[in-house]
């Protein structure tokens, strides 16, 4: 069935600063496929405008005074509207524990205000971030617009095509091959969505999950510490922001910090974490790829990636290469993930032994770890 082409993207900018609403309205209105349908001065006025406007989207400030970002997030999921967020955050300490709790409201993602630049410079990487993003949030709103046509579809039929079948979201894991308890440790890379979904997937790890795990989820500095501190307040397992020399060993959850590659190096029989300000890959610092080569190097077979939701391809080279030697590889399904970016290319090489949703990756995980497998 021919579907009709995206329409364009409806923004609401809000923020308190009549400076600030003007650049990024200015900013959006010049990204193509996007039309800015209002301006809102604050929370409250953001509500009223949501509720007016129904937009697809909106940028919106962190804090501001009276009704806050967190306010206007938690009003939407209350009234059930459809309505996403980009969320705009100060690159501070403050600013990233106030985004943390915005993804967990269920915003979209995130861009920082650029800082120590000229006003045009300025204007030019906010443009780039948030066109990034906006494309990212018209990806995944064209990819649940062909999921829910293809569920019309199959609705219509008492026996569904098997295209309509392959490409309708699973609930159970599918398993090319599994070898069991022969691994030294987790390789995971992750981008957009990934924040929300590690909240869900890494707190189901049990406390005697047997090999160390390295992430590199795609973010500012400040803000990957913030992200780990949170997720060791949930999980059974240490999670921490990785830092120079770090031992991974079991039990231990390394996050590569915001800014600097991160790279797996032997010592003896020890394997310590190297942070390096080396150039961007795939225009990524931290990037998967930079993290997966050097598992390659250092475990060969007994590497365990694992490639989750995000943009982009970062992690595809550096699947190449643990497969290569011998090693295996977990990808998020697409149905499951916020944009099917990453894993998409591997699983589609067939370089994958498992494919799994986001709600039974801990379980699949456990089960190529030697871990007993999680109800």
């Known amino acids: 069935m021919p579907l009709a082409s995206a329409p364009s993207v409806r923004v ?3 923020d308190d600063s009549a400076i600030y609403r003007k650049i990024v309205r200015d900013i959006v209105a010049s990204i193509p496929g996007v039309v800015v349908v209002g301006l809102a001065r604050d929370g409250m006025d953001a509500i009223d405008q949501i509720e007016l406007h129904n937009p697809d989207l909106i940028t919106l400030d962190v804090e ?3 009704v ?3 306010v206007v997030l938690r009003e939407i999921r209350r009234r059930g509207l459809t309505t996403k967020a980009i969320m705009v955050s100060s690159l501070t300490q403050d600013g990233a524990r106030a985004t943390m709790q ?3 409201e269920g915003a979209f993602d995130f861009v920082t205000k650029p800082v120590g630049n000229r006003p045009m410079e300025s204007a030019q990487i906010l443009r780039s971030l948030l066109a990034e993003k906006i494309e990212a949030f018209k990806v995944n709103k064209q990819f649940s617009r062909v999921n829910t046509a293809l569920a ?5 039929y008492t026996t569904p095509k098997a295209e309509l079948a392959s490409v309708a979201a699973p609930e159970v894991a599918t398993v090319k ?10 390789g995971i890379g992750i981008s957009t969505g990934g924040p929300d979904a590690l909240r869900q997937f890494l707190p189901l790890l049990p406390e005697s999950f047997p090999l160390p795990i390295v992430i590199v989820q795609h973010m500012p500095a400040f803000f990957t510490k913030t992200l780990a501190d949170s997720l060791n307040s949930k999980c059974k397992l240490h999670v921490k922001e990785a830092e120079p020399n770090d031992l991974v060993e079991p039990g231990k959850v390394l996050i590569a910090p915001g800014g600097l590659h991160l790279r797996l190096y032997s010592v003896g029989t020890k394997v310590r974490a190297q942070l390096t300000q080396d150039a961007p890959e795939q225009g990524c ?4 790829d930079v993290l997966f080569r050097s598992m390659a190097q250092t475990y ?4 365990l990636a694992m490639i989750m939701t995000g943009m982009g391809c970062d992690g595809t080279d550096g699947i190449r290469l643990i497969k290569k030697v011998g090693g295996s590889v977990i990808a998020q399904d697409s149905a499951s993930c916020v944009v099917y970016g990453m894993p998409r290319v591997p699983t589609e090489e067939g370089l994958v032994d498992c494919v799994a949703p986001l709600n039974k990756l801990a379980a699949e995980l456990c089960a190529f770890a030697g871990e007993p497998v999680l109800a």
């Open 177 to 186: 091959g599994r070898r069991t308890g022969c691994y030294a440790a987790v």
């Open 285 to 288: 610092r931290p990037s998967v």
């Open 12 to 14: 609401l900018v809000v």
């Open 68 to 70: 806050s970002g967190l």
């Open 300 to 303: 060969g077979s007994e590497t």
């Open 64 to 66: 501001m005074p009276g």
């Open 152 to 156: 019309a579809m199959s609705a219509k």
């Open 102 to 104: 915005a993804l967990e």
